[in-house]
């Protein structure tokens, strides 16, 4: 029997909208896998999440912003206090607050990489949407532990994607929420100093918007009647309690040298962060040396590294922080063919790390900062030979 007339039009039609159907059928999967891990309950939800939520709704919401509830900026907390008028389980719809930005930082990626890719955009596109959705990094952080990584790096990833369109005041407006968000937004910092310095197109005075967003999402809690004026977000970071081990759970550099909780730690630490500091001026003066040009591939070549390279090795990071650096990884390993088989190592790194966090996973952190190290001199070399061609 021949094939119908019909059978034949749906098959046209389907082949003709492909990648639709696919993002739709990609999309959906995303959420049915968020869906069923709704109902599981971090640590850091029972004893953070949702006291913040139960303290902020018995405070009036909104009115609640006059004293600072949690270790979070004034942002979020008003994320919070507004999630208090919606009635819907606390912990539902902190979860539900972070899937969005899922979805948003999904379609972000996928926007850079159709802006700097230089053939294949839809399907390359299309492949970013899908591995960002669907890594495991992502949902396991917004739908099983409810954290809101997804929301700070959704609006880092915009600022790079407006510094790649030359539209740089607004691209440091995007990046002052992601700071006014969440403090280790701050490791994205060192790139954006790079890019003012190999770019020379805007002026470092664009800088001065970063802390003036921190500022102006101040502005419910100084109307709620909060003391501290226009330094209530500075007050908030500097108060915010400081590790006091070397590696907290993250497979860094630290993990191989010293003990998690050496008796001079303070001294350690701050050489740490010169080490850190070192190491990122010394990928930073061979680029400028080689002249490489920040066009928005090597661009993205260069944020990668800096961002790796800064989590680490410095001391006191958690498996968390690595967050933007595995996004940035995926966008690298759909851009450039010779990375991708660093990607699922990169991201199996810290798959590890959730699990001890989430489910009790055992590990042994030092075999891991092992194979970390390794992969970031791997990545080095490779991006780096890249660098020096282009």
Same mark, same amino acid.
């Given at each position: 029997?021949?094939?119908?007339?019909?059978?034949?039009?749906?098959?046209?039609?389907?082949?003709?909208?492909?990648?639709?159907?696919?993002?739709?059928?990609?999309?959906?999967?995303?959420?049915?896998?968020?869906?069923?891990?709704?109902?599981?309950?971090?640590?850091?939800?029972?004893?953070?999440?949702?006291?913040?939520?139960?303290?902020?709704?018995?405070?009036?919401?909104?009115?609640?912003?006059?004293? @600072?509830?949690?270790?979070?900026?004034?942002?979020?907390?008003?994320?919070?206090?507004?999630?208090?008028?919606?009635? %819907?389980?606390?912990?539902?719809?902190?979860?539900?607050?972070?899937? %969005?930005?899922?979805?948003?930082? =999904?379609?972000?990626?996928?926007?850079?990489?159709?802006?700097?890719?230089?053939?294949?955009?839809?399907?390359?596109?299309?492949?970013?949407?899908?591995?960002?959705?669907?890594?495991?990094?992502?949902?396991?952080?917004?739908?099983?532990?409810?954290?809101?990584?997804? %929301?700070?790096?959704?609006?880092?990833?915009?600022?790079?994607?407006?510094?790649?369109?030359?539209?740089?005041?607004?691209?440091?407006?995007?990046?002052?929420?992601?700071? =006014?968000?969440?403090? @280790?937004?701050?490791?994205?910092?060192?790139?954006?100093?790079?890019?003012?310095?190999?770019?020379?197109?805007?002026?470092?005075?664009?800088?001065?918007?970063?802390?003036?967003?921190?500022?102006?999402?101040?502005?419910?809690?100084?109307?709620?009647?909060?003391?501290?004026?226009?330094?209530?977000?500075? @007050?908030?970071?500097?108060?915010?309690?400081?590790?006091?081990?070397?590696?907290?759970?993250?497979?860094?550099?630290?993990?191989?040298?010293?003990?998690?909780?050496?008796?001079?730690?303070?001294?350690?630490?701050?050489?740490?962060?010169?080490?850190?500091?070192?190491?990122?001026?010394?990928?930073?003066?061979?680029?400028?040396?080689?002249?490489?040009?920040?066009?928005?591939?090597?661009?993205?070549?260069?944020?990668?590294?800096?961002?790796?390279?800064?989590?680490?090795?410095?001391?006191?990071?958690?498996?968390?922080?690595?967050?933007?650096?595995?996004?940035?990884?995926?966008?690298?390993?759909?851009?450039?063919?010779?990375?991708?088989?660093?990607?699922?190592?990169?991201?199996?790194?810290?798959?590890?790390?959730?699990?001890?966090?989430?489910?009790?996973?055992? %590990?042994?952190?030092? =075999?891991?900062?092992?194979?970390?190290?390794?992969?970031?001199?791997?990545?080095?070399?490779?991006?780096?030979?890249?660098?020096?061609?282009?």
């Amino acid at each position: 029997m021949k094939i119908t007339a019909a059978e034949r039009k749906i098959i046209e039609w389907v082949q003709e909208h492909i990648l639709v159907l696919f993002v739709i059928f990609v999309s959906v999967c995303g959420l049915l896998i968020r869906w069923f891990l709704r109902e599981i309950e971090s640590v850091d939800a029972a004893n953070c999440l949702l006291p913040w939520y139960q303290e902020m709704k018995a405070g009036g919401g909104f009115a609640a912003l006059r004293n @600072q509830v949690g270790n979070y900026n004034v942002l979020y907390q008003f994320l919070i206090a507004a999630m208090t008028y919606v009635p %819907i389980y606390a912990l539902s719809a902190y979860k539900a607050l972070s899937v %969005i930005f899922d979805y948003a930082l =999904a379609f972000m990626a996928s926007a850079l990489v159709h802006e700097i890719a230089s053939e294949h955009k839809k399907g390359i596109a299309v492949l970013t949407y899908t591995l960002v959705l669907l890594s495991p990094l992502v949902w396991l952080n917004s739908s099983a532990w409810g954290q809101c990584d997804s %929301i700070y790096c959704f609006w880092i990833v915009a600022a790079f994607y407006c510094l790649c369109r030359d539209r740089y005041s607004l691209a440091f407006l995007l990046y002052g929420v992601a700071f =006014a968000f969440k403090l @280790q937004a701050i490791f994205a910092l060192p790139f954006f100093l790079l890019f003012w310095f190999m770019k020379k197109r805007f002026s470092v005075l664009n800088f001065l918007l970063i802390p003036l967003v921190l500022i102006i999402s101040t502005i419910p809690a100084m109307i709620a009647g909060r003391e501290g004026g226009l330094l209530i977000g500075f @007050q908030i970071y500097a108060s915010q309690p400081g590790s006091e081990i070397l590696y907290n759970n993250y497979p860094s550099f630290w993990t191989l040298v010293s003990t998690s909780a050496p008796p001079d730690y303070r001294m350690i630490m701050y050489a740490g962060m010169f080490v850190a500091a070192a190491v990122m001026i010394s990928l930073a003066a061979d680029w400028a040396e080689h002249r490489v040009k920040p066009d928005p591939v090597n661009a993205l070549y260069m944020f990668f590294l800096l961002t790796y390279a800064c989590v680490l090795f410095m001391p006191g990071m958690h498996e968390r922080y690595g967050y933007v650096y595995e996004i940035l990884g995926i966008l690298v390993a759909v851009v450039n063919r010779k990375t991708r088989a660093l990607l699922p190592v990169l991201s199996g790194i810290t798959l590890f790390t959730y699990g001890q966090v989430l489910f009790g996973v055992e %590990i042994q952190l030092t =075999a891991l900062a092992v194979i970390n190290c390794a992969v970031f001199l791997i990545y080095t070399c490779l991006l780096t030979k890249e660098l020096h061609a282009a």
